[in-house]
């Protein structure tokens, strides 16, 4: 595994398993079947409905606490100091944790300034490690980091190789970039890209694990899902390859065009 060492010199798995849309009936043996194959780092989020199933997979993996890096997000309804800080101590005890390793706002929505002020009073009362933002443009985001006292570690956004997000990544500065979507949710034939298939097939690799060592090549933590084994497996296994001609390939080129270019063939057929 590799890993990124965060701005407040909090190391983080760069690759880890996402719970978005996981069946709260599923998640504890989801998580569970990641963990065994190696995952150590979980993203969930109090909006997904299933912390507690990760809580309880953390609780019957056999790890040490501390071996893993756990992931959740305050949740829009949930925006406000008082009603923020009642929404971690909820997310700790469905993680059934002591505390969180990375908590982030989940959207930029309602009075997130209080609950960026309740997540900083909890990472300096040792109940969250690390703190961040999600879905944050840079206009939102130049916003909170300049006014925050303890600066966002992370900006999740939509990341993948049609999105690199590059505007953002002028802004950032020491904030690490995570990518949900490393997969554009499948859109526009996105597993069938022939840029991504033919260099993938050229190290015996899929074109999803070409588009997530591309993003790992780059720097952005990714949290690819999936509830199917062979697929989490398949996830993991992108760290002995680093084709050159991918990283050329992919920079050069503006992605975001290409993309629109594809949502409109596949718009017209």
């Avoid at 990641?34 to 989020?45: N, P």
């Avoid at 040490?64 to 949740?75: D, H």
């Avoid at 690199?164 to 069938?192: V, Y």
Wanted: aromatic residues 10%.
């Amino acid at each position: 595994m590799e890993y990124v060492t965060l701005n407040n010199g909090v190391k983080m798995p760069i690759l880890g398993y996402g719970v978005y849309q996981t069946p709260p009936a599923d998640t504890e043996s989801c998580v569970s079947s990641a963990i065994k194959l190696g995952y150590r780092s979980i993203d969930t989020a109090q909006a997904y409905g299933n912390e507690e199933g990760v809580g309880n997979a953390i609780a019957g993996c056999g790890l040490p606490r501390e071996e893993l890096f756990i992931t959740t997000k305050i949740w829009i309804t949930n925006a406000g100091y008082e009603k923020a800080k009642a929404s971690i101590d909820a997310s700790l005890k469905k993680l059934r944790s002591d505390y969180i390793d990375l908590l982030l706002i989940h959207q930029p929505f309602g009075d997130y300034y209080g609950s960026y002020r309740a997540m900083e009073e909890a990472y300096k009362d040792g109940k969250v490690r690390a703190i961040g933002v999600s879905n944050f443009y840079p206009d939102r985001f130049l916003d909170i980091a300049h006014f925050a006292e303890v600066k966002p570690a992370i900006n999740q956004m939509e990341t993948h190789v049609f999105q690199q997000q590059k505007q953002l990544r002028n802004h950032l500065g020491d904030t690490r970039l995570m990518s949900w979507g490393p997969f554009a949710e499948g859109r526009n034939n996105f597993f069938s890209t022939p840029e991504l298939v033919s260099i993938g097939a050229a190290h015996n690799k899929t074109a999803a694990q070409t588009a997530l060592r591309f993003l790992v090549q780059s720097g952005v933590v990714i949290i690819p899902k999936s509830v199917h084994e062979e697929r989490m497996k398949e996830n993991f296994d992108i760290f002995d390859f680093t084709p050159q001609r991918l990283k050329e390939r992919f920079h050069a080129q503006d992605m975001d065009e290409v993309f629109r270019q594809l949502a409109r063939k596949a718009v017209r057929s």
